[in-house]
């Protein structure tokens, strides 16, 4: 007997047909939030597609969040929007700066940043980021599980580098994300029994940067929107699908995926 | 100020400004490694100019602390600010990156190529990590040869981070004996007192002096053991202590024989 569910035995089990006909949505409705160093709202591809866009203050020893223009200090969190805007258009996309000037991006904005995206009710964040910190372990394992639980689904990038980073390494209540040399993002692959399981396209993206302008970007912080836009058209064909159950699903894509290629 | 006590610190100023020349000794051995590992690995990675920032200040500033290629000389002591620009970005997120721009638009490294006139076409940045902190970015800048240049790969996304290791070594070992020379330097700048140009007088002396020479040369040797590994500068450091027990026993016998 096969140990691994074929996509047939997925549709049957999960009673969710996964035809091509969600791949057409535009991730109407979706909200997603992406935590990084800001981004560029009045680029010309992301204009009117940005909702919110908040920045991490400091207020005495807190960190709190503010409405700002502030924009993209770096051009990471406007690339990363530039790839998901692109493959769902019509999403409700919203920015949490955590990275940039004054301090910020030592670790303690990201938890902030993070718990703040939570509470906010956002339905994905995209977390191209994380710490190699052993002392974020216990807070951000906890910050993942209260997301998991109330059924946000948390998107994170694995590491670059060989050591683990955190939060990508908590698989089991999100989804870790690596690069490949894949161009179609609808053509990702799935490393089941890895610690980042899935591998989306994240070399030589072309996608949107500062100044209305554009780079062509290779890293697995590039490889994370791609999923996540796959995710906001999923959730706009099927909006009650737990974390699990996405997980599942793209479980289940993958493996069509490898099928179809051999 | 009684006589007595103004020669006390004179004294204690002098010691102070001859720590600080020997730190200020110790630092371009280093700083000459970091250049010499840029050269070599610039040329296995294929690429036209290499450079090490590292941090400067508290607040997530970078400095470039050695550069190789054309406009070296002019990256030297540039700044960066915090979460500026790709180093920015790699330095506070501790994650590589490679970015590269084939088409025809304005450099995408803008701040730095605006102040030396180079062109940042692509690019590789990864960040230098000593025992878990990122201390610095390391970065490789266009290829050898003419325009258009081929992106950094993933597999030498990898390479860099190899060579980004024994670079961290010496950074940090930098950065160690900075804090010596910034904290003489404010000690010293907090004296209105002094007067430098007596000072400098005096130092050019002490320059000239055997033993001083002799005490850089016993400090850049212990150094450069100590960097051999964690094994060396345990063992270097026992040596030294047992040395200065010894030392210390010696002083007291000769003492007690007076």
Known sequence: MSSTVSSEMFDALTDMKLDDEWKSSTGKGV???????????FHSDLKGKIKNTFAAVRDGNRTVFE??????????????????SKIAPEADLSSIKVLGAGGLGDGHAFLAGLEFAIKQGYKIINLSLGTTKPQFVV??????????QAGCIIVAAGNNLPQPSYPSVFSSSLIAVSKSSETNYFDFGFNFGET???????VNVRTTWLNDGYRTLTGNSFACPHIVGVITLLLESFPDLTPFQVKSALYSI????????S | MSEKNEHVIEKNLKALVEIVDVVNAMTLPIVKS??????????????????????DGDEGDLRFLSATGEVADQLINLR????KGVAGFVFSSGQPMTISDTGQEASFYAEVDKKTGFSTETLLATPIQYQGNIIGVLEYVNRIGRPPYEPFTPEEMDRAALYADPIATL??????????KDLGDEILSANSEINFEEIRGWLRGVRGNKNHKEMIDLAILIREVSMQGDAERILCKEILESFLSYSENNLQSKFSHL
């Open chain 2, 34 to 55: 970091i250049e010499n590992l840029l050269v070599k690995s610039a040329a296995v990675m294929g690429s036209e100019e290499a450079s090490v920032l590292v941090r």
């Open chain 1, 67 to 84: 409405e700002t223009d502030a924009g993209d200090s770096a051009g990471h969190g406007t690339a990363c929007a530039g790839i998901i």
């Open chain 1, 196 to 202: 980042i399981e899935l591998t989306a396209p994240g």
């Open chain 2, 171 to 180: 950074v940090n070992a930098y950065e160690a004996i900075v804090i010596f």
């Open chain 2, 80 to 83: 960066v600010p915090a979460g």
């Open chain 1, 254 to 261: 993958a493996r069509r995926n490898q099928e179809r290629k």
């Open chain 1, 31 to 41: 909200s997603v939030v992406i935590i990084d160093s800001g981004v560029d709202k």
């Open chain 1, 139 to 148: 807070p951000l394992n906890d910050l993942i599980n209260r997301a998991y």
